[in-house]
């Protein structure tokens, strides 16, 4: 075992399997020497030559367009997306095109690429690199959206999405990347890619959450404990597909549930979860499902980025909301 | 082979047009634009305030007083130079390293900086300042280049739309499109490519197989130039010339001008050192747009240390100014940023524009 950031614990995955597989390609723009511009890739250029990690040109539909063609030769390409709101320059070579591969070809080919891309507030990036976008990926039949909020989950999770036969989206946050270490098994592991993880255990409220906000809901818990509300905290580790039964179990148990996100309001993932549960578990709810989450406007690069994210605070506030119904 | 390429060979066709040698001296007596002695001092001025400024900006970034910022020495000639050669209503639609070509068409500089911070107020152009704010996101402008050149010639303007990217930038296919629009529809529309051999880290040999971006004019149909962009006299002829054709009805122009970046990519953590070597660095800055250009106004008389200082004096008060007048602007709110999504809220806004007013008034 070794004390490691997520970053580190993502170099580390990328290395395992490209030692494993030889059809395993990484590639995107300044992945080779540079080693990405969050040194995700260090060291592997040199590990593993030229031919296996590499730079491309600066062309996000380029990357993923021919990641989509060098799936149909056998290799299993991990792309970099720079920052993910650069996606949208690509979105029909991920959307229209690698999800539904496997679907247009019957099967004959498929798309086995995972593509890794940094995402998420609150580190001062300018307009269009801390959007979070999932929201938009989940809409996609054929993708899987995953979405770490560890070291530990992103070695597990990524080896899991690049062993994948289908294409996933593995979204990091720029937030969780050295905010903290965490113990990680040197060895190879997988993480399914559909179950959730209790991460804290809880009677009275069922909080659920993804990457960042995982952390500010276990906050919240802490200081919820306190004020004697015991908070059970969900991190749901895969975005699309959704593991509802994790959420119910749980929600059976506390009658109630927050829904916390980093994205805007409308759509997107909350708002299928609330969906989700009072369908599947209305009567055993003494409280409308909350959702914490951002404003419907652009990301507030830096100007009032703080009073724009949800926070431990806001979610405190809506478990209490949710408590006095 | 039976056949053979007809174009093996092209990049020879684009030979780096030269005014101003290394040295200071006129090598292309012919091609000397028409400028006056005022003119050129007035290109000099530029070009060291410009300097000035992006040192003071690094130093301000470093400070943790500025936000984004995108070091601009080395290319002075080849914004400015191009800036130069436009009329007030040229359309400017800049890369996020081209905000000096901004502030010399109008731009205030505090609001430079504001932009800088991310704060909405520094995208927002002076009534007599046609541009868009600059581009984030690689490529983007250059269709939308395409759109404000045809949109002119519609109108029966005599303006030109220009647009820059780099050498990373001309292999987003959103490149392709917008020159190739703006040649199908023969819009008044410039494409400046500042190749300053580096995408951040990747160097221009491993964006495409083509020699230089110039020669990619010949698959549009349309005159390219590849231009020494540490000549700000050429950088200057070149546009100049682009921008008579497109005025006249002549279409687009796209030109490659060749220049280096000696910071960093941004100040966010860019690390020069592991992609470029300290002999790369230093070729280059014998080919400084200053240095040259500063012997070539000596040697004529018009330029002197002691002017250079006055300028380099005077471009630090304003810049002390202008910082301390965008300190004055009140944070960017919330609800502010909701009022100025759309022209008229909608609903879900105009209950979220209630939630955060009291959040805000905590
Ligand atoms: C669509 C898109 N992809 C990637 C980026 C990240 N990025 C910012 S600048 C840059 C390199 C650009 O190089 P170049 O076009 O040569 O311009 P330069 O910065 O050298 O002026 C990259 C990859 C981006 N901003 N937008
Ligand atoms: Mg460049």
């Known amino acids: ?325 | 082979m039976v056949f053979k390429s007809p174009v093996e060979g092209i990049e020879e066709k684009f030979e780096m047009i030269q005014i101003l040698n290394e040295d200071g001296k006129i090598v292309n007596e012919d091609a000397m634009p028409d400028l006056s002695d005022d003119d050129l001092v007035e290109l000099m001025r530029r070009m060291v305030y410009t300097r000035v400024l992006d040192q003071r900006s690094i130093a301000l970034n470093r400070q943790g007083r500025l936000g984004f910022y995108a070091p601009t020495a080395g290319q002075e000639a080849s914004q400015l130079g191009s800036q130069f050669a436009l009329e007030q209503d040229d359309f400017i639609l800049p890369g996020y390293r081209d905000v000096p070509q901004l502030i010399w068409q109008g731009l205030p500089l505090y609001q430079a900086f504001l932009f800088s911070r991310g704060h909405y107020h520094g995208n927002q152009m002076p009534e007599d300042v046609q541009a868009l704010s600059p581009q984030i996101i690689i490529g983007a402008q250059i269709t939308q280049a395409a759109g404000v050149a045809l949109g002119m010639k519609r109108r029966g303007k005599k303006n030109v739309a220009i647009t820059y990217t780099g050498d990373g930038g001309a292999s987003q296919g959103d490149f392709y499109e917008g020159v190739n629009f703006a040649g199908a529809y023969q819009a008044p529309a410039i494409f400046i490519v500042q190749n300053n051999r580096f995408a951040i880290s990747v160097p221009v040999e491993k964006q495409s197989a083509a020699k230089t971006i110039a020669q990619k004019s010949v698959a549009m149909g349309i005159p390219g130039f590849l231009v020494d962009g540490m000549d700000v006299l050429a950088v200057y002829k070149v546009v100049q010339e682009a921008r008579e054709r497109a005025v006249n009805g002549d279409g687009p122009t796209l030109i490659e001008t060749l220049t280096y970046r000696y910071g960093p990519h941004t100040m966010a953590g860019d690390d020069p050192t592991r992609y470029r070597t300290e002999d790369m660095d230093s070729e280059w800055e014998k080919k400084d747009p200053i240095v040259r250009f500063r012997k070539f106004l000596e040697d004529k008389g018009l330029w002197s240390e002691e002017k250079e200082n006055e300028v380099m004096e005077k471009a630090k008060e304003e810049i002390k100014t202008a910082i301390k007048k965008a300190d004055k602007q009140e944070k960017q709110s919330v609800t502010e940023l909701i009022s100025i999504m759309h022209e008229e809220l909608p609903v879900n806004l105009k209950e979220q524009m209630e939630e955060y007013k009291e959040k805000e008034s905590k």
């Open chain 1, 1 to 325: 075992m070794a004390e490691m950031t997520m970053i580190q614990a993502i170099t580390d995955a990328l290395r395992t399997e490209l030692k494993n597989d030889d059809n395993v390609l990484v590639f995107g723009e300044d992945v080779g020497q540079n080693g990405g511009v969050f040194r995700a890739t260090e060291g592997l250029q040199d590990e593993f030559g030229e031919e296996r990690v590499f730079d491309t040109p600066l062309a996000e539909s380029g990357i993923i367009g021919m990641s989509v063609g060098l799936s149909t030769q056998g290799y299993r390409p991990v792309p970099e997306i720079q920052f993910f709101g650069f996606v949208f320059e690509a979105m029909d070579a991920v959307v229209g095109q690698s999800a539904r591969m496997r679907y247009r070809s019957g099967g004959r080919w498929h798309a086995p690429i995972t593509i890794r891309s940094p995402f998420g507030g609150g580190v001062h990036t300018p307009e269009l690199h801390a959007d979070s976008l999932e929201g938009f990926m989940t809409q996609a039949p054929g993708l899987r959206v995953v979405i770490p909020s560890g070291p530990y989950d992103a070695k597990g999770l990524l080896i899991s999405s690049i062993r994948n036969n289908d294409p996933v989206i593995f979204l990091e946050h720029m937030k969780l990347y050295r905010s903290f270490r965490e113990e990680v098994p040197e060895d190879e592991y997988t993480i399914d890619l559909d179950k959730a993880n209790v991460v804290r255990k809880g009677t009275d409220m069922t909080l659920v959450a993804y990457g960042a906000m995982v952390h500010s809901s276990i906050k919240a818990a802490e200081e919820l404990e306190e004020e004697g509300i015991s908070c059970e905290v969900i991190d749901l580790r895969t975005v699309s597909p959704i593991d509802i039964d994790t959420i119910l179990e749980s929600v059976k148990k506390t009658n109630r549930a927050v829904v916390v996100q980093e994205a805007q309001r409308q759509a997107g993932v909350a708002a299928g979860i609330v969906a989700e549960i009072q369908e599947r578990a209305i009567l055993h709810l003494e409280a409308p499902v909350f959702r914490v989450t951002a404003p419907d406007t652009v990301y507030p690069f830096s100007q009032a980025e703080e009073v724009w994210l949800p926070d431990h605070q806001d979610i405190k506030e809506k478990v209490k909301e949710s408590m006095n119904f």
